[in-house]
């Protein structure tokens, strides 16, 4: 997946696309991609990275939905499970069955929990995860060594899934390009186009790099931008009211130590209502989330002090060792598209996640709310949509059974295992030039041919790219990646062939970044 490449194909200003994608996230890539495997003749453009927004910034759970079955929302909760097992099926080179443990610290919870997470099991079918057990405080703490015995009964142990999220919208993209669609980086979308009757014809976008324009003929527009759907549905009509409600979601990574073992933590209620996840990924430990009402929609949201405050303090009350803001590696926000308007006293908890569908009277078609384990069921009823809409040749959607770019069934859970079926082909990059198989720090197995792949065959403009979707230090270990920037842009120059201006001005800019994925306190 070469950006040159992908961009040849937008240069004819007489080609018609049958759809055009704008928004490079999990919804926009699902779309993408279903309407490619259906023959129909797709282009994608995202403003800036893929998966920039809040598709790179999840909890990292492939799941049904507990919470949500505890609000009867069971209809939601039993497409999650169906699409938690497809995704398992289609991608198991980056989704993997995790053990979780819910605590109990009274008589009753144990049955009232595990009654309600044998429904969860049994909502799943033959695409179950493995059954839910019940376990005495004695093994509990076996389970997971670093909880705080104090008061516990029991516990339930239950599965879900967890996944690398960029990861996956990388695969989801070269998925796409190899079954004919055009995925382009860093193109943003500047106006639409219309006939006379004020249908959409197209739309115009500009190169960020180049500041190069082009044309787009499309006979179906769709708006897959999450937070954002609501600036390109008033781009369409200035008038056109809001239709998503964002709610900021935080996350901390904390080192290894502080869950050592391979089975996470849920706590099914905390202070504000939601529920708490700690979570092993990539070796490090991911806790939260939040949900914070946002007024303001930005590209790099920042965590509030509060929210990390009560990270902490509730996975404090838990853990043996309490962590404190000097152990946060990293600490990342998103802003969830909650698909619905807030009703007074409503809380965004309370919103359900169900995707909509809108079409508007010029023909764009918009996808709203949503998550990832849906993206596939969005894609295909998106694309039913404006196949419907635009008169396009009827095809049914074929991803319930494709297999994701990537594709290996062979699974160590080692790190490197996400790449799956490239994980040979950057072995042969390092094979062909040894150089390349030198690690970038010696606590990863990460290697400089990882960030050559990623810049040759995935699409990485630059050092945020790389550390923030490709290879995840950012998330990881904020600061570490900030130390190993210099390498990253002197590489990525080399295969470029940019100069030291660029180089010192990458660094710059990822420092500036990286910065605000620490504490304050810590910076």
Not at 305 to 327: C, H, M, S, V
Not at 359 to 373: D, E, R
Not at 494 to 509: H, K, L, P, T
Not at 513 to 522: D, G, P
Request: glycine content about 6%; proline content about 3%.
């Amino acid at each position: 997946m070469n950006r040159k490449d992908q961009l040849k194909q937008i240069e004819n200003p007489e080609t018609i696309w049958d759809i055009a994608v704008i928004g490079g996230g999990a919804t926009g890539l699902g779309v993408a991609l279903d309407a490619a495997l259906r023959g129909l003749k797709v282009v994608l453009f995202e403003a800036s990275d893929l998966a920039k927004g809040t598709s790179s910034r999840s909890t990292k759970l492939v799941h049904g939905g507990v919470r949500y079955l505890a609000k009867g929302d069971v209809g939601l909760v039993l497409e999650a499970l169906y699409e938690r097992g497809l995704l398992m099926k289609n991608a198991p080179h980056l989704v993997k069955n995790q053990s979780f443990i819910i605590p109990a610290y009274s008589w009753w919870e144990g049955p009232f929990y595990f009654i309600g997470l044998f429904l969860y099991d049994l909502l799943a079918g033959s695409l179950s995860f493995g059954r839910s057990k019940y376990f005495n405080a004695k093994n509990v703490i076996k389970k997971i060594e670093t909880l705080n015995p104090k008061n516990i009964k029991g516990g339930i142990l239950y599965h879900d899934g967890q996944f690398d999220d960029s990861r996956l919208a990388i695969n989801l993209a070269q998925s796409c390009t190899e079954n004919g669609g055009c995925i382009l980086n860093y193109m943003k979308v500047d106006s639409l186009q219309k006939d006379a009757d004020n249908k959409i014809t197209g739309l115009k976008v500009e190169d960020v790099e180049n500041k190069k324009s082009y044309t787009i003929r499309a006979k179906s527009i769709v708006n897959a931008t999450g937070v954002f759907v609501d600036s390109i549905l008033k781009m369409d009509n200035p008038l056109s009211k809001n239709t998503v409600r964002p709610s900021q979601g935080v996350h901390i990574v904390l080192d290894k130590k502080f869950l050592p073992g391979d089975v996470s933590l849920m706590i099914p209620k905390t202070d504000d209502g939601r529920v708490l996840f700690a979570i092993p990924w990539h070796n490090k430990v991911v806790i939260g989330t939040t949900d914070t009402l946002i007024n303001t929609i930005d590209t790099e949201p920042q965590a509030l002090d509060k929210e990390i405050d009560f990270i902490l303090d509730t996975a404090g009350r838990y853990l043996t060792q309490a962590p404190q803001k000097n152990d946060v590696l990293s600490v990342f926000a998103g802003l969830r598209p909650l698909a619905a308007p807030m009703h007074e006293n409503q809380t965004t908890k309370e919103i359900s996640r169900k995707h909509k569908i809108i079409v508007s009277s010029s023909g764009l078609v918009t996808i709203i709310g949503g998550k990832w384990t849906t993206c596939r069921k969005m894609a295909q009823d998106t694309i039913d949509t404006a196949i419907k809409t635009a008169n396009l040749t009827k095809q049914k959607s074929t991803t319930a059974n494709f297999h994701i770019h990537g594709y290996q069934l062979e699974n160590s859970q080692k790190m490197l295992d996400i790449y799956g079926s490239d994980k040979s082909k950057i072995e042969e990059l390092i094979h062909q030039d040894s150089s390349l198989g030198v690690k970038l720090h010696p606590d990863y197995d990460f290697t400089i041919a990882h960030v050559i792949w990623a810049i040759r065959e995935e699409m990485a403009r630059s050092v945020e790219d790389i550390f923030a979707r490709r290879i995840r230090f950012l998330f990881l270990d904020a600061r570490l990646s900030m130390e190993l920037a210099p390498k990253i842009a002197e590489i990525m120059a080399r295969e470029f062939g940019f100069d030291s201006a660029w180089v010192n001005n990458q660094i710059s800019e990822y420092n500036n970044l990286a910065k605000r994925y620490l504490i304050k306190e810590t910076a």
